[in-house]
């Protein structure tokens, strides 16, 4: 007896609401980097290449207290 799998295919034209979130979620970090200041920006960037894959700027609490801070630009 065989194991059959069915593999789902989605149009890759149609964007979901995964894509369209996650697109709002770069271009909240793009935000936030941009927000921060010389001293600020150099951590990051020292986490990001010290964590490598395990980094996510999005659970950082410096990017979770500017999302906070700024709620009123993102509705």
Known sequence: MQNTVFVAKSDPY???NND???E???KMIDLYIQSL???DLKAYLIAKSHLGSTFAAEKS?????WKQNN???FG
Do not use: Q, T, W
């Open 71 to 73: 709620a009123s630009l």
């Open 20 to 22: 369209h979130d996650n």
């Open 14 to 16: 149609k964007m979901n």
């Open 37 to 39: 200041n010389e001293k």
């Open 24 to 26: 709002i979620n770069k």
């Open 61 to 65: 609490v410096g990017f979770l207290k």
